[in-house]
Nanobody, 127 residues
Framework: QVAESGGGLVQPGGSLRLSCVVSADTFPYSTIAWFRQAPGKEREVVSC????????????HYVDDVKGRFTISRHNANNTAHLHMSRLKPEDTAVYYC??????????????????WGQGTQVTVSS
């Protein structure tokens, strides 16, 4: 089970922190990603955090649009991940989803890479 929380309404330039809790003992060996889907658009990846268990290297990745504004983190001790979002823009408005990918893969962008999904949490950036 994957559960997100932390969404809400925030003014442009503001910050939010999203949380994801995963009910699986294999969490430390999984890739954790955040996706978002705006109305009328396809679901797109925002960021991912790879496992630090070999062959994964513990690296993190971001799409260009959020680099320098969003930070992903993971905490294997309690099966949680966070997405800290700052300097939010109206175009960041979307439903944000936490996704879990089992096993190792070089791919992190495709929706198909991920096996478990949360229900999503709404983020609205508006004045």
């Amino acid at each position: 089970q994957v559960a997100e929380s932390g969404g809400g309404l925030v003014q442009p330039g503001g910050s939010l922190r999203l949380s994801c809790v995963v009910s699986a003992d294999t969490f430390p060996y999984s890739t954790i990603a955040w996706f978002r889907q705006a109305p009328g658009k396809e679901r797109e990846v925002v960021s991912c955090a790879n496992s630090n268990h070999p062959p994964s290297d513990g690296s993190t990745h971001y799409v260009d649009d959020v680099k320098g504004r969003f930070t992903i983190s993971r905490h294997n001790a309690n099966n949680t991940a966070h997405l800290h979002m700052s300097r939010l823009k109206p175009e960041d408005t979307a439903v944000y989803y936490c996704a879990v990918g089992w096993g190792y893969s070089d791919a992190w962008r495709p929706v198909s890479r991920y096996d478990w999904w949360g229900q999503g949490t709404q983020v609205t950036v508006s004045s």
